[in-house]
Nanobody
Framework: QVQLVESGGGLVQAGGSLRLSCAAS??????MGWYRQATGKPRELVAF???????TYADSLTGRFTISRDNAKNTVYLQMYSLTPEDTAVYYCYGDFFGRRWGQGTQVTVSS
């Protein structure tokens, strides 16, 4: 059974940092990444990373967010810095390998 399980979300003050983790099981994904969805807004891409370590970020987030992965642990991470209330959203992990699988999401709330 293929699963993606996120962790690390929570409440943080503006200017703070958070690190999200997403542990995959049941499949090896060529690409893993993160989307986020704020209330009342469409889901938007945050970043993704290939198994070889090539990264891509949403233009608006470059420099504040860093994506990485540990292939041995089949886990992808999202390190977020200088968070603002506009970063408040549910963050979803995904993996691509002959189709896309999603995690259940983890809430990130940034207070002003």
């Amino acid at each position: 059974q293929v699963q993606l399980v996120e962790s690390g979300g929570g409440l943080v003050q503006a200017g703070g940092s958070l690190r999200l983790s997403c542990a995959a099981s049941g499949s090896i994904f060529s690409i893993m990444g993160w989307y986020r969805q704020a209330t009342g807004k469409p889901r938007e891409l945050v970043a993704f990373i290939t198994r070889g370590g090539t990264t891509t970020y949403a233009d608006s987030l470059t420099g504040r967010f860093t994506i990485s992965r540990d292939n041995a642990k089949n886990t992808v991470y999202l390190q977020m810095y200088s968070l603002t209330p506009e970063d408040t959203a549910v963050y979803y992990c995904y993996g691509d390998f002959f189709g896309r699988r999603w995690g259940q999401g983890t809430q990130v709330t940034v207070s002003s």
